[in-house]
């Protein structure tokens, strides 16, 4: 859209997400959520179970803002939601991308109508191009090149697992240099209006600090990372959905029942089946304070017959409910509607993989990363065990 030739607004850039886009009253731009269609075979499922809730649709929006003016100018946009967007999933604070990196939009200009739309204040310097979103969104490339640069720097190398349906890389990042019995498999959700890339990169940098810790961790487990499982998605700035509309995070269940399933489900599937984890770490990220973390461990009957893996369960699940003093958590038993539909129940059943689906809700990306390795180290030693945590050798000091 064009105001009087010196305002640009528009949604036509790799991530952007936005329907029709309109000057409406007042001089506010009026930005319609981009349309997200889900297969009828999954709209039966959520109407059957969840009165049609469970998973929103549209709830991402991100555009690219213009100003072509000689002078400071101010706008107002008003991002308008569905009846689909989900309760809470469109709450503050909104996003502007200003300097080459994220900012929250501050609450004085930020004017929300829960279940209706959002106003934002800008204030445009000349020639500023900013984006102006619901979410820090993060450029697929963006992530390659830091994966590359861990994998460069770092004890990492990276493997691609498939393609997507429009043919961009689906990639993982494997710890090296021992050899390992078990691996932690952390991944971001193939949701891309939950933006976790950057959480879960920010815990393969953690484990190249150079602390005891990290290096016994190293040494310990293989650490695999996900960070954009359905990188159509996030490219077509969709919310559930991949490129084609399907939903590749619900279509493990129809994978393995022999039924044509998403290429992203399938590379995602194959990766975790080969690797057979020992512990299955899937992060969402809200980048809001509106509700507790949430957290879905899988309850002990998906272990039946294994006390030993049932002990290491509660030791873990003991470890991770430590972290926070308040919570929302629900553990996912064989009756839970559509448990199978995801990727955990299957590693759960099949190979015994304590899996954990981590909603993270705090503000920025600095926090939501420190949030995410928190939650990694906890994990990650809780599974080596406190007979592990105990052998810990004296440092070596020397003189300097």
């Known amino acids: 859209m064009d105001n009087n030739s010196n305002l640009h607004i528009d949604a036509d850039f790799?991530?952007?997400?936005?329907?029709?886009?309109?000057?409406?009253?007042?001089?506010?731009?009026?930005?319609?959520?981009?349309?997200?269609?889900?297969?009828?075979?999954?709209?039966?499922?959520?109407?059957?179970?969840?009165?049609?809730?469970?998973?929103?649709?549209?709830?991402?929006?991100?555009?690219?803002?213009?100003?072509?003016?000689?002078?400071?100018?101010?706008?107002?946009?008003?991002?308008?939601?569905?009846?689909?967007?989900?309760?809470?999933?469109?709450?503050?604070?909104?996003?502007?991308?200003?300097?080459?990196?994220?900012?929250?939009?501050?609450?004085?200009?930020?004017?929300?109508?829960?279940?209706?739309?959002?106003?934002l204040a800008l204030r445009l310097e000349p020639g500023e191009l900013v984006h102006v979103a619901n979410k820090p969104y993060v450029h697929g490339d963006d992530v390659l090149d830091e994966m590359e640069t861990l994998s460069t720097h770092g004890p990492f190398a990276i493997r691609e697992l498939g393609r997507s349906a429009g043919d961009r890389p689906i990639v993982a990042l494997e710890s090296t240099g021992f050899r390992y019995d078990d691996t932690i498999l952390i991944c971001a959700t193939m949701q891309p209006a939950e933006p976790a890339a950057r959480p879960v990169l920010a815990i393969a940098h953690w484990l190249t600090d150079g602390s005891a810790l990290s290096q016994r961790l190293l040494e310990r487990f293989r650490f695999a990372f996900v960070p954009m499982p359905n990188p159509d998605g996030t490219a077509e700035g969709r919310s559930c959905t991949n490129g084609v509309a399907e939903v590749p995070m619900f279509s493990f269940g129809r994978l393995l029942a022999g039924e044509e399933a998403p290429a992203e489900t399938r590379a995602l599937w194959a990766y975790a089946a080969d690797l057979r984890p020992l512990s299955f770490m899937e992060f969402h990220t809200h980048y809001q304070n509106v509700r507790s973390h949430k957290l879905n461990p899988m309850a002990a009957e998906w272990y039946a017959g294994n006390?030993?893996?049932?002990?290491?369960?509660?030791?873990?699940?003991?470890?991770?409910?430590?972290?926070?003093?308040?919570?929302?958590?629900?553990?996912i038993e064989p009756a839970t509607p559509l448990c199978k539909a995801d990727m955990s129940a299957h590693l759960a059943e099949r190979y015994g993989t304590l899996a954990y689906r981590y909603q993270i809700y705090t503000i920025t990306e600095e926090a939501t990363c420190a949030h995410a390795i928190q939650v990694a180290r906890t994990l990650a030693t809780a599974l080596a065990g406190p007979a592990w945590e105990a052998e810990a050798p004296a440092p070596t000091v020397m003189r300097g």
């Open 14 to 119: 790799e991530g952007g997400s936005a329907g029709e886009i309109q000057l409406g009253k007042d001089g506010v731009v009026e930005i319609g959520p981009k349309p997200e269609q889900i297969p009828v075979w999954f709209s039966e499922a959520l109407d059957a179970h969840f009165g049609g809730a469970g998973v929103p649709r549209e709830y991402a929006c991100h555009v690219r803002v213009v100003s072509d003016a000689e002078e400071p100018q101010e706008t107002r946009l008003r991002f308008r939601f569905t009846a689909t967007d989900g309760a809470g999933y469109m709450a503050p604070p909104y996003w502007i991308l200003r300097h080459g990196r994220w900012w929250p939009i501050p609450a004085a200009d930020t004017r929300f109508v829960d279940g209706s739309h959002v106003d």
């Open 307 to 331: 006390e030993e893996r049932q002990d290491l369960l509660r030791a873990v699940d003991e470890a991770l409910l430590a972290l926070n003093s308040d919570w929302r958590m629900t553990a």
